[in-house]
């Protein structure tokens, strides 16, 4: 019996209908599983990562070539890459999942400071977002802060560390922050 093999796939595309129908559809012909996905669109831009499971090794440029097929020549960016070839996984942050949300005027800085921040105290962001209007951002970032951190003095010190740059910034539980932001929890409570 062969032995599955395990490939990540990263691919970056300007914005239109259909691109996940090419990319999932080229790899679930090949025979394969997609065992994880995140995809989003920034200005425009397309892109997604994934992983997927094949029966049996194969050449990552079999998949590249695969996937490219669904798209016009040169419309795609795209790398693949066999799990058994990248460094392990670190193992993640033992703790608890915080929502973080930083607001003010858009201005350079703010991302480097806030996530040396986050570095500086092995806080691993899991995903982030922005959102522009105007001139004010807002960005909203799930992150795992490790056990034993006292989240009241991250958030002063946080606070403390954004202010020359005019931002506002807040760390709530996750499970606050949905039952305060999300219409469904909300929606039981009143039924």
Same mark, same amino acid.
């Given at each position: 019996m062969t032995e599955k093999a395990k490939?990540?796939?990263?691919?970056?595309?300007?914005? @239109?209908?259909?691109?996940? @129908?090419?990319?999932?559809?080229a790899?679930?012909?090949?025979? #394969?599983?997609?065992?994880?996905?995140?995809?989003?669109?920034? /200005?425009?831009? *397309?892109?997604?990562? =994934?992983?997927?499971? *094949?029966?049996? /090794?194969c050449e990552p440029k079999a998949i590249?070539?695969?996937?490219?097929?669904? *798209?016009g020549v040169g419309e795609l960016s795209i790398?693949?890459?066999?799990?058994?070839?990248m460094a392990k996984p670190a193992p993640v942050v033992d703790g608890e999942v915080y929502m973080m949300i930083v607001?003010?005027?858009?201005?350079?800085?703010? =991302?480097?400071?806030?996530?040396?921040f986050l570095a500086d105290r092995s806080i691993n962001i899991e995903d982030w977002a922005s959102c522009f209007d105007g001139g004010s951002v807002s960005y909203i970032g799930k992150i795992t802060v490790p056990r034993g951190v006292d989240v009241r003095q991250l958030q002063i010190d946080l606070k403390r560390?954004?202010?020359? =740059?005019?931002?506002? #910034?807040?760390? @709530?539980?996750?499970?606050?922050? @949905?039952?305060?932001? /999300?219409v469904g929890p909300i929606k039981s409570l009143l039924r």
């Open positions: 490939y990540v796939v990263s691919v970056m595309v300007s914005d @239109r209908p259909g691109i996940m @129908r090419g990319i999932t559809s790899i679930t012909d090949m025979g #394969a599983n997609i065992d994880d996905i995140s995809q989003t669109v920034v /200005e425009g831009y *397309f892109s997604v990562i =994934l992983t997927a499971t *094949f029966d049996s /090794e590249e070539a695969a996937i490219e097929s669904n *798209f790398i693949v890459q066999a799990c058994s070839e607001v003010g005027d858009d201005k350079p800085g703010i =991302l480097k400071k806030t996530t040396g560390e954004l202010i020359d =740059l005019g931002m506002n #910034a807040s760390i @709530r539980h996750e499970n606050i922050f @949905r039952a305060t932001n /999300e």
